[in-house]
C-alpha cells in the first residue's frame, strides 16, 4: 500500500485553471503504478477522469475532459498531477488520487475500478 495526498484544489471562475498535485509516500520506487484522477460531486456517481501508468505508455481521459484536463507525472516517480484547463461549473467536485500496482487500461477510469490506495481529496468549486 502506499500513501496518497492530493493538494491543489479550490474555486475559480469558469474559464480559469488549477493544477492538481498528488503526493505518493510508499513503495513507489520500486514498483510501477496505475495512478488515476477521479472525481465524485454530492448526487453523482464516481467519475475516472485521467489515469496514466508510471512505467510509462498511454494516457487514458474521460470524454468529459478530453483536452482540458492533463495527467502527468513528476519527475519524482511519486507525485502525480493534473492540470485542468477551461474549467467548467460542472467541474465542481470533489477529486481524489487513486493508485494501484498494476498496469493501466481505459477500464482505469470505470466507476467501478479497483484501486488499492485512495487520497483524501481535495475540493475543486468552478463557479459560473
Known amino acids: 500500500q502506499v500513501q496518497l495526498m492530493e493538494s491543489g484544489g479550490g474555486s475559480v471562475q469558469a474559464g480559469g485553471s488549477l493544477r492538481l498535485s498528488c503526493a505518493g509516500h510508499?513503495?513507489?520506487?520500486?514498483?510501477?503504478?496505475?495512478m488515476a484522477w477521479f472525481r465524485q460531486a454530492p448526487v453523482n456517481e464516481r467519475e475516472g477522469v485521467a489515469a496514466?501508468?508510471?512505467?510509462?505508455?498511454?494516457?487514458y481521459y474521460a470524454d468529459s475532459v478530453e483536452g482540458r484536463f492533463t495527467i502527468s507525472q513528476g519527475n519524482a516517480k511519486n507525485t502525480l498531477y493534473l492540470q485542468m484547463n477551461s474549467l467548467k461549473p460542472e467541474d465542481t467536485a470533489m477529486y481524489y488520487c487513486a493508485a494501484d500496482r498494476a498496469p493501466c487500461t481505459v477500464a482505469a477510469l470505470s466507476p467501478k475500478a479497483v484501486f488499492g490506495s485512495w487520497g483524501q481529496g481535495t475540493q475543486v468549486t468552478v463557479s459560473s
Open positions: 496514466l501508468f508510471t512505467g510509462g505508455g498511454n494516457t
Open positions: 510508499g513503495y513507489f520506487y520500486y514498483s510501477n503504478y496505475c
